[in-house]
């Protein structure tokens, strides 16, 4: 499956536009009480306006020409209690939708959110983690503008535009047909042009993913731009997205905004034609003053809403560029689903059988391998750099499904066993560790759910039982050591070392440690033996190494370079093996 999101593919299909709306609909189902009382009082607050040149045409034309004051007093309480109403009922449309749209906001973020943490690796590989957050937050405020602020106001335009529509239609077919006249080649403009302005849109909130994607990258390697003085480099290179996004988003904004005096001018085009038009109906006495003016405050009351209409519709076109841009990570599907398969008649605890793997866009990176691991058994992986150890510690561990071939645990397909199985089975070191940020305790407990509830002293206890104890105190403030920055307050070494625990403590049934004692002195790495040998004797371990003195213990050692995997008989025949391998490069 492919995992690129694109960046830059086009947008306003008719396909794309029903997939978002098929996404955005159960959202928007589950507020439908919320939205019904907005509506209600959309509809009240309309029918406040569409009532109101009633009352003043009726006013004019009956309590004004008989000079009735007494009547004239009374239009005008009805009036200021129609006005009253619709104030109210606008007022209670604006907060429920408010909430409404913080809602959606909410559990769209939620939802996409959870999808992140469904996709693989690949995924995070091919994508740049910048757009992604920007997509995150960015692209879902969209949705939540639109629905908060734009969504009743765009139903109430129309609701409006079509009741004043019908409204002088049926007062007058000429008189409206002059009105409506403008509108029609609002319209027209319109449809002609909304896809340029889509496009826009969607080009704008791009831009967007990219400078976040841009500020993310530079600020992770602060160290190395400290280190070199290279400051210019990704002040330079900020420029450039900098610039990108902000043409991008004057271009937008001329986009969304370029018609509106269009919609004006109509309003008085309209305003002109009726009053051109009344003036010559009135003097054929085919047309009262009083209906004239009702006529003129109607035109208003269609203009108004389609002006309002043109700056809904270009947050429309945002939340649309934005949930095209969800609805494309929402679509994805792991390509690492739990399939069915029985297990097979077998004593390993992990196999490699005519295993191929290549990164997506990459060469291949392992070729026909076969291996088999048994229980109790240690097992080294040499090789030269590069050569593909850390992508078969990857394969052992499903973080990817081989190209080709399959990987058994226990006997079965790795592709059938439950995640939180195989989570339990196996125990990973990563070359890289990566810690989140609290501290040395929650990391450690991070990997082992089971001891959440513990007190630091029975934890510290579960610790000292599993002969760990030593090594949490190359801590100094023990469990309760601060882990900030995601483990940028703390050093490698030290990395390394709660990366052990929180795997060792789970007592796997099979340990892979890749160079996960790269960075530790030799002291400590005196005591790392010590642990894995004192560690249950069924477990299973996998030990990369480039220093090869770091595995003279164990059972069988293997050579992995470019692509292929070879058993090096003997510590001897390994060294060798590199010294080879060496000198041909
Ligand atoms: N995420 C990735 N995407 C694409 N190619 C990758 C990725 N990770 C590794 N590779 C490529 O796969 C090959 C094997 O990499 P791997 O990390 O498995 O090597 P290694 O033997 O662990 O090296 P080292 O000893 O330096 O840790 C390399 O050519 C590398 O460029
Ligand atoms: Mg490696």
Redesign the pocket.
Known sequence: MKYKLEIAKPFGTKSSLRAGIRRFVPLIAEERGHIAVALVAMLVSSGATLVAPVIIGRATDTYIRLKDTRGLMLSALVLLAVYCVGIAASYTQILTMGSVGRRVLFALRNTLFTKLQDLPLAFFNENKAGDLISRVNNDTDKLNQFVSQALMQFVSSLFLMTGVAIFVLSLNIRMAAAALLPAFGVLVVTKLTSGWVKRRNLKSLQSLGGLSSEIQESLHNFKVIVAFNRMDYFQRKFKVVNDANYTASVSTGFANNIFMPLYGFSNHLAQLLVVAYGIVLIESGQLTAGLLIGFLLYVNSFYGPMRQLATVWSSFQLALAGMDRISEVLALESNMPVVSGGPRQSDSVLEFRNVCFQYPGGKDVLRDVDLTLEKGKAYALVGPTGGG??TMASLMARLYDPTEGSVFLNGCDIRSVAPAERARKVGYIP?EPFLFTGTVRENIVYGNEDYADYSTDQLAALLGKSNLSSLLARFPEGLESPVTSGGNSISLGQKQLIAFMRATLRKPELLIL??ATANIDTVTEQLLEEILDRLPPETTRVI?AHRLNTIDNVDQIFFVNSGGVTLAGSMEHAVDMLLHEKRAS
């Open positions: 150890k850390t070359q890749d160079e990369i």
